[in-house]
Protein backbone atom coordinates (compact mmCIF):
# COMPACT_ATOMS: atom_id res chain seq x y z
CA UNK A 1 0.00 0.00 0.00
CA UNK A 2 1.60 3.52 -0.87
CA UNK A 3 2.31 5.60 1.81
CA UNK A 4 0.48 9.10 2.56
CA UNK A 5 3.18 11.15 1.56
CA UNK A 6 3.89 9.09 -2.03
CA UNK A 7 -0.10 9.32 -2.58
CA UNK A 8 -0.19 13.20 -2.26
CA UNK A 9 2.98 12.99 -4.56
CA UNK A 10 1.03 11.36 -7.10
CA UNK A 11 -2.41 13.60 -6.63
CA UNK A 12 -0.19 16.89 -7.30
CA UNK A 13 1.90 15.32 -10.54
CA UNK A 14 -1.39 14.05 -12.07
CA UNK A 15 -3.81 16.84 -11.38
CA UNK A 16 -1.85 19.71 -10.47
CA UNK A 17 -4.81 22.16 -10.67
CA UNK A 18 -6.92 20.75 -8.43
CA UNK A 19 -4.42 19.88 -5.68
CA UNK A 20 -3.80 23.29 -5.94
CA UNK A 21 -7.18 24.47 -5.30
CA UNK A 22 -7.69 21.78 -2.82
CA UNK A 23 -4.94 23.43 -0.91
CA UNK A 24 -6.38 26.79 -0.99
CA UNK A 25 -9.44 25.53 0.19
CA UNK A 26 -7.74 23.78 3.37
CA UNK A 27 -5.59 27.61 4.06
CA UNK A 28 -9.06 29.13 3.68
CA UNK A 29 -10.82 26.61 6.57
CA UNK A 30 -7.89 27.01 8.78
CA UNK A 31 -7.44 30.96 8.30
CA UNK A 32 -10.85 31.29 9.43
CA UNK A 33 -10.58 28.92 12.18
CA UNK A 34 -7.73 30.87 13.82
CA UNK A 35 -9.58 34.41 13.40
CA UNK A 36 -12.53 32.89 14.83
CA UNK A 37 -10.18 31.53 17.49
CA UNK A 38 -8.27 34.61 17.95
CA UNK A 39 -11.09 37.00 18.29
CA UNK A 40 -12.66 35.10 20.82
CA UNK A 41 -9.59 35.03 23.01
CA UNK A 42 -9.16 39.35 22.18
CA UNK A 43 -13.04 39.23 22.93
CA UNK A 44 -12.36 37.68 26.11
CA UNK A 45 -9.25 39.13 27.15
CA UNK A 46 -10.57 42.88 26.68
CA UNK A 47 -13.71 41.59 28.88
CA UNK A 48 -11.80 40.04 31.96
CA UNK A 49 -11.04 42.87 34.16
CA UNK A 50 -15.27 43.13 33.87
CA UNK A 51 -16.43 39.91 34.05
CA UNK A 52 -13.82 39.88 37.68
CA UNK A 53 -14.26 43.33 38.76
CA UNK A 54 -15.43 43.55 42.22
CA UNK A 55 -16.66 46.74 41.08
CA UNK A 56 -20.22 48.41 39.48
CA UNK A 57 -19.66 48.31 35.90
CA UNK A 58 -20.92 51.23 33.52
CA UNK A 59 -20.58 52.34 29.66
CA UNK A 60 -19.86 55.64 28.65
CA UNK A 61 -21.68 56.96 24.77
CA UNK A 62 -21.93 59.47 22.32
CA UNK A 63 -22.58 59.63 18.95
CA UNK A 64 -19.43 58.06 17.83
CA UNK A 65 -21.45 54.69 18.92
CA UNK A 66 -23.79 55.68 15.78
CA UNK A 67 -27.50 54.46 16.62
CA UNK A 68 -27.97 52.18 19.23
CA UNK A 69 -30.49 49.22 19.51
CA UNK A 70 -31.50 49.58 23.68
CA UNK A 71 -32.89 46.44 23.48
CA UNK A 72 -29.91 44.25 22.37
CA UNK A 73 -27.79 46.23 25.11
CA UNK A 74 -30.61 45.38 28.04
CA UNK A 75 -30.07 41.50 26.91
CA UNK A 76 -26.18 42.16 27.00
CA UNK A 77 -24.60 39.85 29.23
CA UNK A 78 -22.61 42.31 30.40
CA UNK A 79 -23.72 43.70 34.16
CA UNK A 80 -24.10 47.37 32.97
CA UNK A 81 -25.85 49.37 36.01
CA UNK A 82 -25.06 52.95 34.64
CA UNK A 83 -24.29 54.71 31.52
CA UNK A 84 -22.53 58.39 30.95
CA UNK A 85 -24.38 60.22 27.77
CA UNK A 86 -22.43 63.34 26.07
CA UNK A 87 -24.91 66.15 25.86
CA UNK A 88 -23.66 68.88 24.56
CA UNK A 89 -19.41 70.43 23.86
CA UNK A 90 -18.38 73.88 24.38
CA UNK A 91 -20.78 76.67 23.69
CA UNK A 92 -22.81 75.58 20.91
CA UNK A 93 -22.48 71.81 20.46
CA UNK A 94 -25.00 68.92 20.66
CA UNK A 95 -24.28 65.33 20.59
CA UNK A 96 -26.81 64.31 18.02
CA UNK A 97 -27.25 61.30 19.57
CA UNK A 98 -28.22 62.55 22.71
CA UNK A 99 -31.84 62.73 23.40
CA UNK A 100 -32.51 59.10 21.78
CA UNK A 101 -29.96 57.98 24.00
CA UNK A 102 -31.15 59.76 27.24
CA UNK A 103 -34.30 58.64 26.67
CA UNK A 104 -33.76 55.34 25.99
CA UNK A 105 -31.17 54.76 29.00
CA UNK A 106 -34.43 55.91 31.24
CA UNK A 107 -36.50 53.31 29.52
CA UNK A 108 -34.09 50.22 29.72
CA UNK A 109 -33.58 51.34 33.90
CA UNK A 110 -30.32 52.01 33.68
CA UNK A 111 -28.64 54.83 35.90
CA UNK A 112 -28.18 57.72 33.64
CA UNK A 113 -25.61 60.79 33.33
CA UNK A 114 -25.48 63.78 31.14
CA UNK A 115 -21.62 64.96 30.49
CA UNK A 116 -20.53 68.33 28.35
CA UNK A 117 -17.22 68.16 26.85
CA UNK A 118 -15.34 71.03 28.10
CA UNK A 119 -13.52 73.28 24.82
CA UNK A 120 -10.57 74.78 27.50
CA UNK A 121 -10.91 77.90 24.45
CA UNK A 122 -14.03 79.20 24.91
CA UNK A 123 -16.42 80.75 27.63
CA UNK A 124 -17.28 78.59 30.63
CA UNK A 125 -20.49 80.27 31.38
CA UNK A 126 -21.99 79.92 27.60
CA UNK A 127 -20.78 76.65 27.68
CA UNK A 128 -23.11 75.61 30.92
CA UNK A 129 -25.92 77.42 29.69
CA UNK A 130 -25.71 75.27 26.43
CA UNK A 131 -25.47 72.24 28.85
CA UNK A 132 -28.40 73.26 31.04
CA UNK A 133 -30.43 73.93 27.56
CA UNK A 134 -30.15 70.54 26.60
CA UNK A 135 -29.85 68.44 29.14
CA UNK A 136 -32.89 68.56 32.21
CA UNK A 137 -31.88 66.42 34.86
CA UNK A 138 -34.22 64.37 36.83
CA UNK A 139 -34.61 63.07 40.36
CA UNK A 140 -32.54 59.49 40.25
CA UNK A 141 -29.97 61.04 37.29
CA UNK A 142 -26.33 61.65 38.01
CA UNK A 143 -24.78 64.56 39.44
CA UNK A 144 -24.06 66.62 35.64
CA UNK A 145 -20.78 65.96 34.43
CA UNK A 146 -17.75 67.73 33.42
CA UNK A 147 -15.47 66.12 30.90
CA UNK A 148 -11.90 68.12 30.64
CA UNK A 149 -9.12 66.92 28.28
CA UNK A 150 -7.18 69.75 26.88
CA UNK A 151 -5.07 72.22 28.05
CA UNK A 152 -5.91 76.07 26.95
CA UNK A 153 -4.06 78.59 24.69
CA UNK A 154 -4.65 81.26 27.54
CA UNK A 155 -2.69 79.38 29.79
CA UNK A 156 -3.52 76.77 32.99
CA UNK A 157 -4.39 79.53 35.67
CA UNK A 158 -6.89 80.85 33.28
CA UNK A 159 -8.24 77.01 32.70
CA UNK A 160 -8.47 76.33 36.41
CA UNK A 161 -10.37 79.21 36.48
CA UNK A 162 -12.89 78.95 33.93
CA UNK A 163 -13.33 74.62 34.97
CA UNK A 164 -14.65 76.04 38.61
CA UNK A 165 -17.04 78.73 36.57
CA UNK A 166 -18.28 75.97 34.75
CA UNK A 167 -18.43 73.97 38.01
CA UNK A 168 -19.64 76.71 40.55
CA UNK A 169 -22.62 77.61 37.58
CA UNK A 170 -23.52 73.54 37.74
CA UNK A 171 -23.89 73.50 41.49
CA UNK A 172 -25.83 76.70 41.85
CA UNK A 173 -28.40 75.41 39.28
CA UNK A 174 -28.47 71.69 40.74
CA UNK A 175 -27.30 71.85 44.38
CA UNK A 176 -25.25 69.44 43.72
CA UNK A 177 -21.33 68.65 43.46
CA UNK A 178 -20.51 68.07 39.66
CA UNK A 179 -18.18 64.88 38.82
CA UNK A 180 -15.29 65.46 37.11
CA UNK A 181 -14.25 63.62 34.19
CA UNK A 182 -10.20 63.94 33.09
CA UNK A 183 -7.40 61.74 32.52
CA UNK A 184 -4.70 60.61 35.07
CA UNK A 185 -2.00 63.21 33.62
CA UNK A 186 -4.17 65.76 32.79
CA UNK A 187 -5.58 65.64 36.72
CA UNK A 188 -2.17 64.87 38.37
CA UNK A 189 -0.43 67.95 36.43
CA UNK A 190 -3.06 70.35 36.27
CA UNK A 191 -6.33 70.32 38.21
CA UNK A 192 -4.94 68.39 41.46
CA UNK A 193 -5.04 70.91 44.66
CA UNK A 194 -7.86 72.79 42.73
CA UNK A 195 -10.77 70.79 42.39
CA UNK A 196 -10.75 67.91 44.80
CA UNK A 197 -13.56 69.34 46.52
CA UNK A 198 -15.19 67.30 43.30
CA UNK A 199 -16.22 64.21 42.68
CA UNK A 200 -13.69 62.38 40.43
CA UNK A 201 -14.22 60.19 37.41
CA UNK A 202 -10.65 59.54 35.90
CA UNK A 203 -9.38 57.21 32.78
CA UNK A 204 -6.44 55.46 33.52
CA UNK A 205 -5.93 52.19 31.33
CA UNK A 206 -3.28 50.11 32.99
CA UNK A 207 -4.67 48.80 36.03
CA UNK A 208 -6.19 49.82 39.50
CA UNK A 209 -2.54 50.15 40.53
CA UNK A 210 -2.36 54.09 38.80
CA UNK A 211 -5.09 55.34 41.23
CA UNK A 212 -3.44 54.27 44.40
CA UNK A 213 -2.86 57.62 45.49
CA UNK A 214 -6.35 59.34 43.86
CA UNK A 215 -9.38 59.65 45.57
CA UNK A 216 -11.47 58.94 42.41
CA UNK A 217 -15.33 57.75 42.41
CA UNK A 218 -15.31 55.91 38.89
CA UNK A 219 -12.62 54.80 36.88
CA UNK A 220 -12.73 54.40 32.64
CA UNK A 221 -10.18 51.60 32.61
CA UNK A 222 -10.34 50.38 29.19
CA UNK A 223 -11.90 51.79 25.41
CA UNK A 224 -12.46 48.45 23.99
CA UNK A 225 -15.44 46.42 25.65
CA UNK A 226 -17.73 44.95 22.74
CA UNK A 227 -21.76 45.22 23.76
CA UNK A 228 -24.33 43.59 22.00
CA UNK A 229 -26.49 46.22 20.35
CA UNK A 230 -23.32 49.08 19.69
CA UNK A 231 -21.58 48.70 16.96
CA UNK A 232 -18.09 50.38 17.67
CA UNK A 233 -16.42 49.56 21.17
CA UNK A 234 -17.32 51.57 24.28
CA UNK A 235 -15.59 52.67 27.12
CA UNK A 236 -16.01 50.80 30.26
CA UNK A 237 -16.28 52.06 33.86
CA UNK A 238 -16.06 51.31 37.65
CA UNK A 239 -17.68 52.66 40.46
CA UNK A 240 -15.41 52.74 43.31
CA UNK A 241 -18.49 51.21 45.94
CA UNK A 242 -21.75 49.55 46.26
CA UNK A 243 -24.82 49.48 44.76
CA UNK A 244 -26.62 51.12 46.79
CA UNK A 245 -23.61 53.44 47.16
CA UNK A 246 -24.34 55.23 43.69
CA UNK A 247 -27.00 56.60 45.62
CA UNK A 248 -24.76 59.08 47.26
CA UNK A 249 -24.39 60.51 43.38
CA UNK A 250 -27.81 60.95 41.81
CA UNK A 251 -30.28 63.88 42.04
CA UNK A 252 -32.36 63.59 44.38
CA UNK A 253 -34.12 67.56 44.83
CA UNK A 254 -34.41 68.96 41.05
CA UNK A 255 -37.70 70.85 40.90
CA UNK A 256 -39.71 69.35 38.29
CA UNK A 257 -42.24 71.87 37.73
Known sequence: MKGIYSYI?????????????????????????????NGKIKYQNENLSISRSGYIFGIDI???????????????HHPIEFIFIRASMGE????KHFKHNWENAKKH?????????YRPNENST???????????????????VLDIEDESRFGRQ???EEVLNWLKLAENEYGVKPIIYTGLSFYQHILKGYVDEYPLWIAAYSGKHRLDNVDWTFHQFTEK???????????????KGKLAELNKYRITNVNTQ
Open 9 to 37: LDYMKNHPIRFFGIMIGVLIVFSSLFLVI
Open 62 to 76: SHYQGKIDWAKVRSS
Open 92 to 95: DGTD
Open 109 to 117: NYVRGAYHY
Open 126 to 144: RQFENFKSIVRLENGDFYP
Open 158 to 160: HLR
Open 225 to 239: VRIKGIRSKVDGNDF
